[in-house]
């Protein structure tokens, strides 16, 4: 069986989570402590969390978990088999993690430094923005990009849910608050609160 290295509440974790249950895979959690990380060190040679052992294939860093499972259980797929269309989600995917993730990122570590206001309402009015980008993506489609769900599905969910979902009351990592306090759905993004909500009802490992 799968093993599973997780940390409680991590966004990482649970693109994972979600495409191991979306393939119909069993998972053995193994839980970290934050403050103790020598479980996922030992078997990974770093201390971030998701990790997963498949019988002795390590593997760390959610995109390339999502990756491997695809290739190791093909059947259902989260990735296009056309080539243009795998590499259209996999160029999203990598804008996700490369770009709209600075913003989040930034805001999170002016805060935990000597905050400079002009710069939080700098990447504050970036990540509203791109609360319309989603919007239109998801315009007379029911996913990210078209009518499957995808791995876009998974990497983008566990970020944008707390624009519409609240934030459980243990969670006390202040990412989370960032996500929660600087994304919002305007009357207009229904298609957005749709989609969160349709993911939010799938199943993880």
Do not use: C
Request: aromatic share 10%.
């Amino acid at each position: 069986m799968i093993k599973l290295y997780q940390g409680p509440f991590s966004t990482n974790v649970e693109r994972v989570a979600l495409a191991l249950a979306y393939k119909g895979l069993q998972a053995e959690p193994v839980t970290i402590d934050w403050d103790d990380r020598s479980q996922v060190e030992a078997v990974s040679g770093q201390s971030l969390v998701p990790v997963i052992d498949d019988d002795g294939h390590v593997v760390s860093d959610s995109t390339r978990i999502v990756g491997y499972l695809e290739e190791r259980y093909p059947d259902p797929p989260l990735y296009p088999s056309d080539p243009a269309r795998r590499a259209e989600t996999e160029i999203f995917i990598d804008w996700f993690n490369e770009v709209w993730k600075r913003s989040p990122n930034a805001i999170e570590e002016e805060l935990e430094g000597n905050a400079h206001p002009a710069a939080i309402t700098t990447e504050s009015k970036r990540m509203a923005a791109r609360m319309g980008l989603f919007e239109d993506m998801l315009t007379g489609r029911d996913y990210l990009m078209g009518d499957r769900v995808s791995a876009a599905d998974f990497a983008a969910f566990p970020f944008l849910k707390y624009a519409a979902l609240p934030v459980d009351p243990s969670d006390d990592e202040p990412f989370h608050r960032v996500l929660a306090d600087h994304q919002s759905l305007r009357e207009g993004h229904s298609s957005l609160r749709d989609w969160i909500e349709r993911i939010d009802a799938l199943p993880r490992a």
